[in-house]
């Protein structure tokens, strides 16, 4: 069993600056690929980046190409989304998951454990 929980969420203007911060606890393994989703006012939970546990491989969605960076730190058990150059678009509650098997990448059916969310508004 993997526990997750989410920080950093705040308000920001458009064009600012926000670090999220993802803490595991629990048993994490190297074949885990740990991800970031969001979900907006009246939307579906989409998916924004995804790293795996061992190696540096990511994976990002469009949208947030060039202006999204994931990051890790095993040591502390701690996965880092660096988001710049916000939009009002990129508001929504961002999740942090896990998927055990190491293969979803962007499926958000294929992760098992999920954090409750930290709320990110990005003001115009």
């Known amino acids: 069993q993997v526990q997750l929980v989410e920080s950093g969420g705040g308000l920001v203007q458009a064009g600012g600056s926000l670090r999220l911060s993802c803490a595991a606890s629990?048993?994490?393994?190297?074949?885990?690929?740990m991800g970031w989703f969001r979900q907006a006012p009246g939307k579906g939970r989409e998916f924004v980046a995804a790293?795996?546990?061992?190696?540096?491989?990511?994976y990002y969605a469009d949208s947030v190409k060039g202006r999204f960076t994931i990051s890790k730190d095993n040591a502390k058990n701690m996965v880092y989304l660096q988001m710049n150059s916000l939009k009002p678009d990129d508001t929504a509650v961002y999740h942090c998951?896990?998927?055990?098997?190491?293969?979803?990448?962007?499926?958000?059916?294929?992760?098992?454990?999920w954090g409750p969310g930290t709320q990110v508004t990005v003001s115009s």
């Open positions: 998951a896990a998927d055990r098997q190491g293969t979803t990448w962007g499926n958000l059916v294929g992760y098992d454990y």
């Open positions: 790293i795996r546990w061992s190696g540096a491989s990511t």
């Open positions: 629990g048993r994490t393994t190297s074949n885990y690929i």
